[in-house]
């Protein structure tokens, strides 16, 4: 008896951690830092064409989308209030510095696509800013605030692999939590996913709630005449999950805006 009491366990145990004995111990979600890398080179590949993320922290221009200028690593804007919250952030930490006395005027544009009292002044302090340490940090921590923290939180309790974490961060970053006048923002577009299909978290397949989400937004994109390209998601995004590369297993390759991309290694 006390042998087939550990036989019964044993299998027990291949059903709990399946045939090849791993579990999901192994995989790592978006927070992993390997893995958040691939995220911002991912971003960076749409927001900058180019996977060097790092040397963003110096973009700064008006893409022409209503939002004003669009500038560093995930594209914050003065017309969204993010890039406000980056100037305030690096201000708190340094005091007196060349942005500092643009405030004002990002304080007066947000909502608009205004340059009011911005101008070239503003963007080659902003550049200039970027060979600061506590300028990159205060970027990172507005990346990390209000857009990749939130959309890993979400999608972990959505039950989504590294792979849906990464998709519903790239969303926070191209729509915002909310809706605004004439954008349709993340939290509608996972609704719509919710509609549709259940989420692993609710015994749903990842790969079927994955494509109802890519849907929902594709629908979102299209909303957007400043954003109506929807290669972001349909050869890039689509093509991983049809891959099945739920935990972003590289070698990665894809398409945005017409550009090619690929990340190798491990």
Same mark, same amino acid.
């Given at each position: ?114 340059? $009011? &009292?911005?101008? @070239? ?8 800013? !970027?060979?600061? *340490? =506590?300028? #990159? ?64 978290? $609710? &015994?749903?397949? @990842? ?8 849907? !929902?937004?594709? *629908? =979102?994109? #299209? ?44």
């Amino acid at each position: 008896m006390k042998h087939r009491r550990l036989a019964l366990a044993a299998l027990a145990a291949l059903v709990l951690t399946g045939c090849s004995g791993s579990s999901s111990a192994s995989e790592k979600g978006l927070d992993d830092p390997a893995k958040k890398d691939i995220a911002m080179r991912l971003v960076s590949s749409a927001e900058n064409s180019t996977l060097d993320w790092k040397a963003q922290y110096a973009y700064v221009e008006d893409i022409g989308d209503g939002r004003g200028y669009t500038a560093g690593i995930i594209g914050f804007c003065s017309g969204t209030g993010d890039l406000l919250r980056v100037v305030e952030r690096y201000t708190a930490k340094r005091p007196g510095n060349a942005l500092q006395e643009f405030l004002p005027a990002l304080r007066a544009v947000n909502g608009s696509d205004s340059h $009011e &009292g911005l101008g @070239e002044a503003f963007t080659d302090a902003w550049a200039k800013a !970027a060979k600061d *340490a =506590a300028f #990159r940090s205060a970027q990172d921590a507005e990346r990390d605030s209000a857009y990749f923290d939130p959309a890993v939180e979400r999608a972990e309790a959505d039950g989504l692999s590294a792979l849906g974490q990464f998709i519903y961060y790239d969303a926070y970053v191209m729509h915002g939590y909310a809706d605004a006048t004439g954008t349709v923002g993340f939290r509608t577009i996972r609704a719509q996913a919710l509609a549709e299909t259940d989420p692993p978290s $609710e &015994g749903g397949d @990842e790969e079927e709630y994955l494509n109802a989400f890519l849907d !929902a937004r594709v *629908a =979102a994109i #299209r909303k957007e005449p400043s954003h109506s390209d929807t290669s972001r998601v349909e050869t890039a995004q689509r093509r991983f999950v049809r891959e099945g590369k739920l935990q972003l297993e590289t070698p990665l390759a894809w398409k945005v805006y017409g550009e090619s991309f690929r990340i190798d290694g491990s």
